[in-house]
């Protein structure tokens, strides 16, 4: 069983290690955007290792880095005592958009790695046969991908990793283009391939956004936080395989990430920092006014009442985390939320505004908006002090570079630009890329 | 759907490979086409003296061994237009240095009137096989080859450099070498792109070789055995019935070409769309389907399957495998790439003061000014044709992409028309000027256009049948009529298409200048005052220091159009435009 293998009690040997890794995109003033600060841990003999963060913390680049695809701007990763500086025999990677080659067959597409590798036809024939057998694609063998369901595609991006008989096995959101019922049954079946041993992998890594899914499969969690990414928190998932996913003890882990992920995170700023706390270099997500109001309607109206765990909160809305934690990250820099002791409570704005008429929505949003959004109110000012009352959209996007990526900043600004529209406290025009005060 | 079919030997059964009813058809279409070209290419071999001797003849039953040259120099083009393509796109994908300047060249090079350099071309040719066909053949194979080869190089870079990131992390991360990378990820995922234009470049070929076969240039007069020198005979001899035997045999080449050629090339690159999603309607082709039902002609097949898979594990072709992704993060020497730059500017100066020093040794500032005088004459014939054609063209494409089922049938119909070379149509032109009494200078133009306006007529077509449906019903539901309708609810939606179109059609319009500016028949000849007949004359003159400025003040023209308007109004049409 897995228990006898697991980490912790034994100190299980380092297959891949990952020490100090620090990536950083130039940018176009010169200077730097970091991405990933600082990373190191292991991957162990023996173990599934998750690497949760929300889209955009760099758990994706941290992936290809840990698989040869990328260098590290500095940092080192080790994988059997070598160096690894390119992609490396024996590390197989499973890709989010299965990455199929659409022009090749389903036997064609497992064999491609083996081809890679130099192996004889007959004898690579042979080993994608019994890939496609063993992940459940028997009969597909001349199909093309495009005739295949998306669960179909995802066992032969399955069956291409297992077939070149990887020690490591990276899997990159490999579950997250899969509709629920189908991603939960290839969870399953990948699990029973993992605990019955029926290939050589000896530790695999994942990552995901997906809070539940982490859980039901990794032995270790790493949390990464976001701007740059680094290692937040790390546990361990002490349940035997397979999981209950109904189970009070699966629950509990599951509540205590979103309480992680949710914790001691106040009004993010650009990864400049502090100087910029407060300033327009405020980073804002980017989260649909619309969006926001729903979410405080939701939290409002019985039973939740103005009070609720984020992961309840998720599931009425039927959003997962990746789309939820913006949402409550929007709601709590407008004042309209606040997290207490792990669970999220409406302030007393937040009351009116779930209580309030369309007109009155809009004005205490605004209000709102000028007073916690720096941005909003710069905006606003010299909106006024201009004569037409017009500034174009370049007038703001070099100072918000100056504390943000270039990504970020865009990011914010199409934000704040939803935002004040729906407050109506400037308009914007798209086709010209101008701001103007509404007329 | 079924499943598409796939030419993988590896996966047809050796014992299966016994002859079927399907080799029964296959085998004499095969070789019958074999038979053909090997007659055909006895001739390309002999000396000039025995092209000299046996002078074209007007008889129609020649017309079928004169279509075989005339498609066998097609062919040869195309093969050299691939090899070009796969070689210099290629290069100009995977270096940024070679980019910077292969990229430019071919740019310009799409913009050179291509019959304006024939006559540089036939006299080097002529001169490297001195006494031989060979080099008129080569001479004429290598202006259609300039007339297609540039925008099939084009898409291939384009495609190589969007190559999908996730099947590009795939193939280094499952350590492809560089060679299976080529092949199994590059080449197929430029196939549609490629088939494609190659497709439009051999629709524009045809013009290309029915002018190039014959040519005189000085005193030098060669008619190559082809449709084109039948037809420039029966020209000189007035004979309309060998010219109506002549549109015959050129309408049979092209559908036999359509048929055998490109309609399985289509369906076979159908394979390689990227998109994962199902195809609405598959393309069809009889021939393809009796190929591939043909066992025997498989098993002929096999060993060439086999050889290709070979290569893909070979160990002498893969030792080189690609690291991993190029980051911004990786430097490349800053100072390199300075002295690059600079080396190109200079080498750049230096042609361009050849040049100079070459047209300055004859001709002084007025020839320049008649030159771009002429320059704007023909200028002004292309733009108001165009216009014309847009008019009449637009409203008539929209009618029938709307409704399918008349769009598949005349879809075919219009790709026909823009294969068909419009030369061969000139002489009835000429009777009519002459038999009306007509202003040349007025009516010759619309030769110029003759050929081309079709590239927007298909291109609204295909617009407008890819109008998405629920619009139509939403403008409908709203009652959007007249030119309310026109102006926001189909133009927008048909917009891009209609820029590709009038953008091929423009640039075919340069083209033919030379040679709709100035015709004849029998004695008769007319002419239009203009860049593109002024290039004409200079090239029965031999005056090479004028034909190069003519050429030269030419491309101007069309890069200074296309900048101004084309790219412009493309941009325009990707910003605003987009269904998405």
């Not at chain 1, 809009?362 to 500034?391: M, T």
């Not at chain 2, 030419?7 to 019958?32: C, E, G, M, S, V």
């Not at chain 2, 049938?409 to 030369?423: E, H, R």
Request: proline share 5%.
């Amino acid at each position: 069983m897995l228990e006898a293998t697991r980490s912790q009690d034994v100190a299980a040997k380092a297959v891949l290690d990952l020490s100090h890794i620090h990536q950083a995109f130039p940018r176009p003033n010169g200077d730097s955007s970091v991405v990933l600060d600082d990373i190191s841990f292991s991957l162990r003999e023996g173990e599934i290792v998750g690497v949760l963060g929300r889209s955009g913390c760099g758990k994706s680049t941290l992936l290809r880095i840990a698989s040869g695809l990328m260098r590290p701007t500095s940092g080192k990763v080790t994988y059997e005592g070598a160096p690894v500086d390119r992609p490396a025999k024996g590390i197989a990677m499973v890709f989010q958009t299965f990455a199929l080659f659409p022009w090749l067959t389903v036997l064609q597409n497992v064999m491609a790695g083996l081809d890679a590798l130099g192996m004889k036809e007959a004898q690579a024939r042979e080993k994608a046969l019994a890939a496609i057998e063993l992940i459940g694609l028997d009969g597909f063998e001349t199909a093309y991908p495009r005739e295949l369901s998306g669960g179909m595609r995802q066992r032969v991006g399955f069956a291409r990793a297992l077939v070149v008989d990887p020690v490591i096995l990276l899997m990159d959101e490999a579950f997250s283009a899969l509709d629920v019922l189908t991603a939960e049954t290839l969870r399953s079946d990948f699990i029973d391939i993992w605990t019955e041993k029926k290939t050589a992998i000896k530790s695999v890594m994942l990552v995901t956004h997906n809070i539940e899914e982490a859980v039901f499969l990794c032995d270790r969690i790493i949390v990464l936080a976001s701007n740059p990414g680094r290692i937040a928190t790390e546990l361990e998932v002490p349940l035997p395989q397979p999981r209950e996913r109904l189970a009070p003890e699966f629950r509990e882990i599951v509540d205590d990430i979103y309480a992680r992920m949710t914790a001691g995170r106040g009004p993010q700023t650009g990864e400049k920092g502090d100087a910029a706390l407060a300033g327009i270099g405020m980073r804002l997500p980017v989260v649909p006014s619309l969006r926001i109001a729903d979410f405080l309607d939701m939290l409002a109206l019985p039973p939740l009442s103005g009070k609720a765990d984020l992961r309840v909160l998720g599931e009425r809305l039927r959003l997962e985390v990746d789309t939820l934690l913006p949402v409550e990250e929007a709601a709590q820099i407008l004042g309209f939320v606040e997290m207490k002791g792990g669970a999220l409570h409406l302030t007393a704005a937040g009351k009116i505004f779930a209580g309030d008429t369309a007109e009155g929505r809009k004005k205490l949003f605004g209000e709102h908006l000028l007073r916690s959004v720096p941005l909003a109110a710069h905006i606003r000012r010299i909106l006024s002090e201009r004569s037409p009352h017009a500034a174009p959209r370049g007038r703001f996007l070099p100072e918000l570079q100056d504390h943000l990526t270039p990504h970020e900043a865009d990011q914010t600004l199409t934000a704040v630009i939803d935002w004040g529209r729906y407050a109506e406290i400037f308009a914007y025009d798209h086709k010209h890329h101008r701001f103007s005060l509404t007329p | 759907m079924h499943a598409p079919v796939h030419l993988h030997a590896t996966t047809i059964p050796a014992k299966l490979a016994a002859p079927n009813r399907w080799d029964l058809l296959a085998f004499p279409l095969i070789f019958a086409v074999l038979v053909l070209l090997a007659v055909g290419a006895k001739g390309t071999f002999g000396s000039l003296e025995a092209v000299k001797a046996g002078p074209i003849s007007l008889d129609p039953a020649m017309l079928p061994g004169y279509a075989v040259r005339t498609v066998l120099r097609m062919l040869a083009a195309m093969a050299a237009s691939l090899l070009f393509t796969l070689t210099y796109g290629t290069l100009a994908a995977k270096s940024k240095r070679a980019e910077l300047i292969l990229i430019p060249i071919l740019d310009v090079l799409q913009s050179v009137p291509i019959l304006g350099y024939i006559s540089f071309t036939v006299v080097f040719f002529m001169n490297l096989f001195p006494g031989r066909v060979l080099g008129a053949e080569l001479a004429s194979i290598f202006a259609v080859f300039t007339s297609q080869a540039w925008n099939m190089a084009f898409s291939f870079y384009q495609s190589l450099r969007t190559v999908p990131l996730d099947l590009d992390e795939a193939s280094r991360a499952f350590r492809f070498s560089s060679w299976q990378r080529f092949w199994r990820v590059e080449a197929p995922f430029a196939v549609p792109g490629l088939v494609w234009n190659m497709m439009m470049s051999m629709s524009g070929g045809w013009f290309f070789v029915v002018a190039s076969e014959a040519i005189s240039v000085g005193d030098e007069q060669i008619a190559l055995p082809g449709i084109g020198s039948y037809v420039a005979l029966a020209i000189e001899r007035q004979d309309l019935g060998a010219i109506g035997w002549a549109l015959l045999a050129m309408t049979l080449v092209i559908l036999l070409y359509d048929q055998l050629m490109f309609r399985p090339l289509v369906v076979w690159a159908d394979h390689f769309r990227s998109e994962q999603a199902a195809a609405q309607s598959l393309p069809h082709s009889w021939f393809l389907t009796v190929v591939h039902r043909a066992r025997f002609l498989h098993a002929l097949g096999r060993p060439l399957g086999l050889a290709a898979q070979w290569t893909l594990r070979a160990p002498i072709l893969n030792k080189a495998v690609p690291g991993p992704m190029i980051t911004e993060t990786t430097t490349r020497s800053r100072v390199v790439d300075g002295l690059w730059y600079v080396g190109v500017i200079l080498a750049a100066l230096f042609a361009a003061s050849i040049i100079i020093r070459y047209i300055a040794t004859e001709l002084n500032w007025s020839d320049v000014l008649t030159v771009l005088r002429l320059g704007a004459y023909t200028l002004l014939r292309v733009a108001v044709l165009i216009a014309l054609a847009s008019i009449i063209w637009v409203p008539i494409g929209v009618m029938i992409g709307l409704r399918p089922k008349l769009a598949e049938a005349i879809q075919p119909l219009a790709q026909f028309l823009a294969a068909f070379p419009a030369n061969l149509l000139f002489p009835f032109a000429v009777i009519t000027i002459v038999r009306f009494d007509l202003n040349p200078d007025i009516w010759l133009s619309l030769l110029m256009i003759l050929g081309t306006q079709w590239y927007i007529l298909f291109n609204v077509i295909a617009g407008a049948t890819a109008y998405p449906t629920d619009f139509l019903e939403a403008a409908s539901n709203f009652q959007i009529h007249g030119w309310k309708w026109w102006r926001n609810v189909i133009l927008p939606g048909i917009f891009p298409y209609y820029v590709t179109g009038a953008l091929t059609a423009s640039g075919g319009a340069w083209n033919a200048s030379i040679v709709a500016e100035s015709v004849s028949w029998g004695q008769t000849h007319l002419t239009a005052q203009g860049l593109g007949s002024y290039i004409a004359e200079m090239t029965t003159k031999a005056d090479y220091p004028r034909i190069v400025l003519g050429i030269a003040v030419m491309s101007l023209y069309v890069i200074f159009f296309n900048r101004v308007l084309w790219r412009r109004l493309y941009r325009y049409g990707e910003r605003h435009s987009r269904l998405d």
